[in-house]
């Protein structure tokens, strides 16, 4: 059984990524200097049902976490990394992605004759402001259910109109300022926060929270593009967000009911049988091993599929620009078995208004092989470019804190 850990120069992490096709949780050492290192990864997937539930999704995403809990403490405390070594973890990040949050950016504009001091105390007050704001207007709403805010990130800043490295302790009389703020349910939340303790006795004020999103525009943006404005259009189980980032800001994220199950939904509808086969079939017919006499009934069920995937891209990139003023590059995370897919819906010529967009389109897929050069895996088990996002997200917070 792992420990509470203070501080250490090398530390272990808990990452985890709840998704709504898989949940994934992962041990990673941290170390100043070195790649992060995977030595135990642990993965639970979701049902694909006929028919998708949120209860039924809740209910299940709360088992699975349960279940990928206990098998990364029990097998990843038997990892050879930690002979001779106390087995402590030092925190624990949980990365969401839709449906399990709602999130928003807010920017901000301040002028003043004098001159004026950035400072942590005057960040600080301007995250207060904008946060009782977000809740009057939830509680405006009146959904009825109690909510947290897990996130209120400054993502971008300017003084006099510059963007710098850092503003902090410089003086100004002007200040640019993009918050993103995102809110889960707080009984979602609590439940979480009671699983992680059962199996790693971690404290709340040890627990960091972040959105998906907001991990890969991050990680993203500092890694692989020198783009300010680009899209990230992350396919998951059930939905697939889009996020627009303009300027170096996240402006919206726009979340499509639709995602690598509806593949499966609609391909186990074509051929009558049920999801597991239709999975089987998907990866026959990706690898090019499906026999002959399926191939017909699967491109009908292909073509079916990317007419209504491509209905709701166009609403949802509409719904981002009524103009489709886009930026040209997307940036797209997706399991492995379905990405080519996309890249293909994506580039298929269409006579609606996504037709210029489409033309100028250049995707960037990032995979393994693209971020392969960034971590170490010592785990002995295949990743995902997800829980991968996530470490070096992790990565990133230490080596701004240290």
Do not use: C
Request: hydrophobic share 40%.
């Amino acid at each position: 059984m792992f420990s509470f850990l203070s501080s250490n120069k090398e530390e272990v992490a808990i990452l985890i990524d709840i998704g709504n096709g898989t949940t994934t949780g992962a041990l990673v050492v941290f170390e100043k200097d070195q790649k992060p290192r995977f030595i135990y990864i642990a993965k639970k997937f979701f049902a694909t049902t006929e028919k998708l539930d949120a209860v039924k999704l809740e209910m299940e995403m709360n088992s699975l976490l349960e279940e990928m809990l206990s098998d990364l403490i029990k097998r990843g405390s038997e990892h050879k990394y930690w002979k001779s070594k106390d087995k402590e973890i030092s925190r624990i990040l949980i990365s969401f992605s839709s449906p399990w949050f709602l999130s928003k950016t807010k920017n901000i504009h301040l002028d003043s004759e004098k001159e004026f001091v950035i400072t942590d105390g005057f960040l600080d007050s301007i995250v207060q402001k904008e946060e009782f704001i977000l809740k009057n207007e939830l509680k405006n709403e009146d959904s009825g259910e109690p909510f947290e805010i897990i996130e209120k990130s400054i993502v971008h800043s300017k003084i006099n109109g510059y963007t710098l490295d850092s503003t902090l302790n410089k003086s100004t009389k002007s200040f640019d300022a993009s918050l993103y703020m995102s809110v889960v349910s707080s009984v979602f939340i609590n439940k979480i926060y009671n699983t992680l303790y059962k199996y790693t006795h971690i404290p709340q004020d040890r627990i960091l929270i972040n959105t998906f999103p907001l991990i890969s525009f991050s990680v993203i943006r500092d890694l692989f593009t020198k783009e300010s404005s680009f899209i990230l259009l992350d396919v998951t189980g059930e939905v697939t967000d889009i996020t627009l980032v303009k300027g170096d800001i996240i402006t919206e994220t726009v979340t499509i009911p639709s995602g690598r199950n509806f593949v499966i939904r609609q391909i186990a509808k074509t051929f009558n049988v049920s999801t597991e086969i239709a999975g089987s079939t998907l990866r026959l017919y990706l690898s090019k091993k499906l026999e002959d006499t399926m191939m017909s009934k699967m491109l009908d069920a292909i073509v079916s599929i990317e007419k209504e995937w491509s209905i709701y891209l166009e609403n949802a990139l509409t719904e981002l620009s009524p103009e489709m003023n886009l930026p040209n590059s997307i940036y797209l995370t997706a399991d492995t078995d379905v990405a080519d897919l996309y890249i293909d819906f994506l580039n298929m010529p269409k006579n609606d208004t996504t037709n210029v967009f489409r033309k100028n389109v250049k995707i960037n897929h990032i995979n393994l092989e693209k971020t392969a050069t960034f971590y170490q895996n010592d785990s002995g088990f295949l990743l995902d470019e997800f829980i991968v996002l996530i470490a070096l997200f992790y990565n990133k917070i230490l080596k701004a804190n240290k």
